[in-house]
């Protein structure tokens, strides 16, 4: 045995080593802490004190020995007696009565398996929807860079967070079989050694922001939930120990500078202090954190409780983010600020109000089709908020909103029309606001989406991933969503963050009114070309869509609609219809006075066109209506969105007399009387509504033998005399 053994074995208990280190293998590792380890080699706590006693010296210089149930490590590390300093540093987390909410009883042992637990010991791992099986090197260390199946960078991160660490705790959990755990413990070890801190081409899927945060929050679950668990040894428990203090140096000084990035890396702070009170800064950890929290909740939310990255799958991800830190501080007994309380319940019933009617999320921007019902649900419990449980499950329980069932957000420049609270009801999302702050943001403004009848019907194209190739272009462009392209091109960059609220909109009883502008231009697009949208919804019936193009020369337009995957679509005429049995329907009608052309196009990819994504790494082909005409100068025109149960029947749309910046459309369905639709999308003029009846304002409804139904304005008589009034003005 060399010099330099026989010199670290007095510095750990004298125990005789292990006959499965070999001499070459001791020759390999000095006492500069070299991070070298061989995984298929099970490492005990005395070796460990002997091959890295820098890390383990860091480990206990980094904690406050003082504190009560630590004087016995204190007084062996005093004494440079590592090994036994460890032993006792275990025998306190193991016996201690700290962070006592995460901690689990032991389960008795079997030999019982189950599937997802022995994919993970395969290294057979899914992230984002897709399976990859991480290669191991010949010591079966495995490769912590590995990218997936797709090279996709996101793969190597999530793998990073220790997702499939859970897992095989789960595992654990439903089964008693020991094996699980063994492995995990493997991997910790694997990790640990493999993973230093520091910057290298090596270790760029380890040390991220995201990773290093998500790791404490699932490492917080294991390290506790396992203390009782003979199969957890005490060099994993001590690797995993010396490492937080390097997540907490990561998480303390190269954060990033905001968005749902920041949120997340002080909720993991705030976890290591929380969760570990025994290292000697986890006082200023949480305290940093919860500053930092705080001022970022000022730069990151609407007045409204939208997140301003305006993308709903990242608004719950900043908002469980602020969830978990309350919960923590919570449960560890320490105070949240009222402000943040109703932050966050204003955050809360954002994703409430915004949910369709099967408890999903909007697909705004880079999402996710999120399944929120069970998380409002939950929320509602905590916020005593009854309409939110009365929202999520469809008004089987809770208590009704008291207001219209539609919604605006008006900072985000977002309206939610529905029909009700039911499982089939009408549901649409108009988006009249700002980008979205940071990298998150769609070129879609004015674009529409339509559920009913307990499917969506109308769709936003989702994110699908964020690797950088034509696909992502698409899905980020307004091509893949229900807007209008000029000389087909999709918008030019809009308006990130807004100032004041946006848009104009009106909520009443009977119908909903909505009007908003995109006039940044059109990519590689000369001159003028201003779109403006208004949408007039006539509860429980349809939608009246009315476009205005402001141009300064002749333009092509292209209107797009894009349906859901499952719609079966055809053309009839000039109209678009999808027509499943026995289920949701809806019929496109185009503006009689514009000859249109119209085609379906369903998974292109020269140039890419119909395409959906439910979710990241998902993409499948959808129904695409690609109306197409020529307009020799600025044009005013107008859609209806008829939904139907089963077969949708075919309703006409008369253009009647209107002057400039306005449109008065006929609207007849079978077997009902018709409705008269006025709409102001410009100017000021007054419109004839007929009959003697004129309209100063900017939305009204007529129908046979009812009141009018009107929006920001009044109707006169002929002698000017005003017979209806609106009392509330659209907020414009």
């Known amino acids: ?34 991070e070298i380890t061989y995984a298929d080699i099970e490492l005990s706590l005395e070796q460990l004190c002997l091959l890295y006693p820098i890390r383990v010296t860091r480990l206990l210089n980094g904690l406050d020995l003082e504190q009560d149930g630590l004087r016995q490590v204190q007084a062996a590390f005093a004494k440079n007696d590592l090994l036994t300093a460890c032993e006792t540093l275990v025998a306190y987390y193991q016996d201690g009565g700290t962070t006592t909410w995460l901690r689990k009883s032991d389960l008795s042992p079997s030999n019982a398996r189950i599937e997802f637990g022995d994919l993970v010991l395969q290294n ?26 797709h090279a996709d960078r ?102 990033s500078w905001g968005a749902n990035w920041l949120v997340t890396e002080m909720t993991g702070l705030a976890t290591l202090g929380c969760c570990w009170p025994e290292f000697k800064r986890a006082p200023h950890w949480v305290t940093y954190a919860s500053r930092r929290l705080l001022q970022e909740l000022q730069q990151q939310l609407y007045p409204d409780g939208v997140q301003k990255e305006l993308t709903s799958h990242y608004h719950r991800e900043v908002l469980q983010g602020y969830q978990t830190y309350a919960d923590l501080m919570d449960v560890s007994g320490r105070p949240v600020s009222d402000t943040l309380r109703s932050n966050l319940e204003s955050m809360w019933n954002y994703l409430a109000y915004s949910l369709r009617p099967d408890g999903h999320g909007t697909l705004n921007n880079d999402s996710d089709r999120d399944d929120n019902r069970a998380l409002v649900i939950q929320a509602a419990k905590t916020y005593h908020r009854a309409d939110w449980t009365y929202i999520a499950t469809n008004g089987k329980a809770g208590q009704p909103p008291q207001d219209s069932p539609s919604t605006v957000f008006p900072w985000a420049g977002q309206i939610v029309m529905r029909s009700g609270w039911d499982a089939h009801a009408h549901w649409a999302f108009f988006d009249m606001g700002p980008l979205g702050i940071y990298y998150h943001i769609h070129t879609d403004k004015l674009h529409l989406s339509i559920s009913a009848y307990g499917r969506d019907l109308l769709v936003d194209s989702g994110r699908y991933s964020y690797v950088r190739s034509k696909f992502w272009h698409y899905f980020r462009g307004a091509a893949s969503h229900n807007v209008i392209l000029v000389e087909g091109q999709g918008q030019q960059a809009d308006t990130r963050e807004a100032q004041q609220p946006v848009g104009g909109y009106a909520l009443e009883p009977e119908f909903d009114f909505a009007r908003g502008t995109f006039d940044r ?67 496109i009608i185009p503006d009689p006075t514009l000859s249109w052309t119209v085609n379906l196009v369903q998974g292109q990819e020269a140039p890419v066109q119909g395409w959906w994504s439910e979710k990241y790494n998902h993409k499948v082909p959808n129904p695409t209506a690609i109306y197409s005409t020529q307009i020799e100068q ?69 129908r046979t033998h009812q009141p009018p139904l009107l929006c920001n304005g009044v109707i006169k008589d002929a002698d000017s005399t005003v017979i209806y009034e609106h009392k509330r003005s659209a907020k414009d």
């Open 1 to 34: 045995m060399s010099i330099f053994v026989k010199q670290a074995l007095s510095k750990v208990r004298k125990k005789t080593l292990l006959p499965l280190l070999s001499a070459a293998f001791l020759r390999a590792n000095t006492p500069t802490d070299k």
């Open 124 to 149: 057979s791992l899914t992230f984002q929807s897709v399976r990859g099986t991480v290669p191991q090197n010949h010591n079966a260390q495995l490769d912590w860079i590995y990218k997936g199946p």
């Open 634 to 702: 600025s044009a005013l025109f107008a859609w209806m969105l008829l939904p139907a149960y089963g077969r949708v029947p075919h309703p006409t749309m008369e253009r009647l007399s209107a002057p400039e910046g306005a449109i008065r459309l006929g609207i007849k369905l079978p077997d009902q009387p018709q409705d008269i639709i006025a709409v102001r999308i410009s100017g000021d003029a007054i419109i004839d509504l007929g009959s003697g009846l004129n309209l100063e304002g900017d939305c009204a409804i007529l």
């Open 521 to 587: 231009g059109f990519t590689n697009v000369k001159g003028t070309a201003i779109h403006k949208r208004a949408i007039v919804y006539l509860r429980h019936q349809y939608w009246i869509v009315i476009d205005q193009i402001t141009t300064d020369r002749p333009r092509h337009i292209e209107p797009l609609w894009h349906f859901h995957p499952d719609c079966r679509v055809a053309i009839e005429g000039e109209s678009v219809v999808s027509n499943n049995a026995d289920a949701g329907n809806l019929r």
């Open 154 to 255: 996101e793969w190597a991160w999530f793998l990073n967070r220790h997702y499939h660490l859970l897992d095989l705790f789960a595992a654990y959990q439903e089964t008693g079989n020991p094996i699980y755990i063994r492995y995990l413990n493997q991997q910790v070890i694997d990790w640990v050694l493999s993973s230093p801190s520091k910057r290298s081409p090596t270790v760029w899927s380890q040390w991220r922001g995201l990773e290093v945060a998500f790791r404490m929050r699932h490492w917080s679950s294991l390290f506790y939930g396992l203390q009782q668990v003979a199969a957890f040894t005490p060099t994993a428990r001590i690797l995993m120990l010396s490492s937080l203090l390097d997540h907490a140096h990561y998480l303390r000084t190269s954060y």
